[in-house]
C-alpha cells in the first residue's frame, strides 16, 4: 500500500502536481451580454379571416422580433395548431422568409378535417426569452380561420 502512494505521489509531483502552490485564473466570469436580454420576442402576425379550401395547404406567415436592446437572435418560432374537434396542438417549426424577421409555417391539407382551425404561434430568442400570439394563447384562446369542407 505504501508503495502505490509513493508512486502516486511521484507520478503527481512528475505531472506538476505537487506541493508547490500554482497561480491560476479563474475564466468564464466575464459578463455575458445576453444576461441584458429580458424583453421577449415580439411577433407581428395577420390574423387569417377569410375561410380556406380544404384541398389546400394553408400558410402562416408572421414576423419575429428580437429585443432591440441587445443583440440577440431568433432561436426558433412554432406554429401550434388544431382542429376544432381536437384537443391536441400539433407543432410546426417554421422556417425563415424571405427577410431577416420572416417567418412562414404550413398547415397541411390533411390537417383541415374540421369546419374550424385554432392556431398560435410562439417564439424564442437564443436568451431563452419565449413570447406566444395571442400573448395569452391557450386551448380556447388562440386565433382560427374557418375551413370549407
Known amino acids: 500500500m505504501k ?11 512528475a505531472f506538476g502536481c505537487g506541493e508547490d502552490k500554482v497561480a491560476s485564473v479563474v475564466t468564464g466570469a466575464e459578463e455575458n451580454p445576453l444576461d441584458e436580454c429580458t424583453a ?8 387569417i379571416d377569410d375561410a380556406q379550401p ?15 436592446g441587445c443583440e440577440v437572435e431568433i432561436m426558433t418560432v412554432d406554429l401550434l395548431y388544431r382542429p376544432e374537434t381536437a384537443t391536441d396542438w400539433n407543432k410546426v ?6 427577410s431577416a424577421d420572416e ?14 382551425i ?10 431563452g426569452q419565449e413570447s406566444f400570439l395571442p400573448e395569452d394563447a391557450d386551448l380556447l384562446n388562440a386565433f382560427s380561420f374557418g375551413v370549407s369542407i
Not at 3 to 13: H, K, N, Q, T, Y
Not at 40 to 47: R, T
Open 3 to 13: 508503495r502505490i502512494l509513493f508512486l502516486l505521489s511521484v507520478g503527481l509531483w
Open 40 to 47: 421577449p420576442p415580439e411577433i407581428a402576425h395577420d390574423e
Open 54 to 68: 380544404s384541398d389546400a395547404d394553408v400558410q402562416i406567415l408572421a414576423y419575429v422580433y428580437a429585443d432591440d
Open 93 to 98: 417549426t417554421m422556417t425563415r422568409g424571405q
Open 103 to 116: 417567418w412562414r409555417g404550413m398547415i397541411g391539407s390533411d390537417a383541415l378535417t374540421s369546419a374550424k
Open 118 to 127: 385554432y392556431y398560435y404561434l410562439r417564439a424564442v430568442d437564443k436568451a
